[in-house]
């Protein structure tokens, strides 16, 4: 039982800014499930609010049920309301798109963007689900958070998004460890093409990272001084996110970031 309603909400992840809408035919494609079995899930899913058909095109789109349990969500844990001026204030001080993800089951949930000004820029989709393997955001939230969720990424499938993509686990967790010396997460082109992360973790009241800060410039704009500056804008952003939504910055992180902003300034002089 367990497993068909894990199966059923990743049917929820289908959705998107791009795709609000989705046939049963397309949903049964991109699950890779019968249309039999999506069928029956819809329709529970449907029953309980967190999906709705249209009349007129028989598309299915996210329910009124999703919109009630994001707003208990957000009153409860206040979170937009603090992430989305620290992302803005990323965007001005790096010129570049900033965003931000939560853990999400076994991936990370976009949940905040705030595009570059630059016409030559990487745009994200609200909602968007980012795997923990290929992106910045992922190898930093892997760093500092549950050490379960790393051992079940690295034993999962480690499927390749692009020829940059580290598929080895013993490769991927020597990554891993790097963002943990360094405070933060760093790729190129391992999620997507001419596409370079950098991201520094959250963490909530526990003290364990449970998402990131990241910006995303294309490859070939990158450089040593732009570098240096998104790695102070993230890591002062997800300070900021961390406190504003009451969690705890583990004293051997903030170490690992004055040791890593030290070394910046160092190697700029």
Do not use: W
């Amino acid at each position: 039982m367990s497993s068909t309603v894990a199966k059923a909400l990743t049917l929820l992840d289908h959705f998107t800014e791009n795709d609000p809408e989705i046939g049963l035919s397309d949903l049964a494609r991109r699950s890779r499930l019968d249309k039999a079995t999506v069928h029956r899930m819809l329709s529970a899913m449907a029953d309980a609010g967190l999906v709705e058909q249209r009349h007129d095109t028989k598309l299915y789109r996210l329910g009124a049920g999703i919109l009630r349990l994001a707003r208990i969500r957000e009153e409860a844990f206040p979170f937009t309301s603090v992430l989305q001026p620290e992302l803005n204030q990323v965007a001005r001080e790096t010129g570049e798109t900033a965003h931000a993800s939560l853990i999400s089951g076994r991936a990370l949930a976009t949940v905040g963007i705030c595009d570059s000004s630059k016409a030559n820029r990487v745009s994200l989709v609200a909602g968007e689900i980012l795997p923990f393997h290929t992106t910045a955001s992922g190898l930093a939230t892997l760093a500092f958070g549950p050490e379960a969720l790393s051992g079940r990424v690295l034993t999962g499938s480690l499927d390749g998004k692009t020829s940059f993509t580290l598929t080895d686990p013993e490769k991927l967790n020597a990554r891993i460890e790097t963002a943990r010396q360094t405070g933060f997460g760093e790729t190129d082109q391992t999620n997507e093409i001419d596409v370079y992360g950098i991201a520094a973790p959250f963490f909530d009241k526990t003290g364990l990272a449970c998402g990131a800060i990241a910006v995303a410039t294309p490859s070939h704009r990158m450089s040593e001084e732009l570098r240096s500056q998104i790695i102070g804008a993230v890591f002062r952003a997800a300070e900021a996110v961390t406190k504003g939504t009451g969690g705890k910055l583990p004293g051997r992180y903030q170490e690992i970031v004055r040791t890593t902003l030290s070394s910046l300034t160092g190697a700029q002089d």
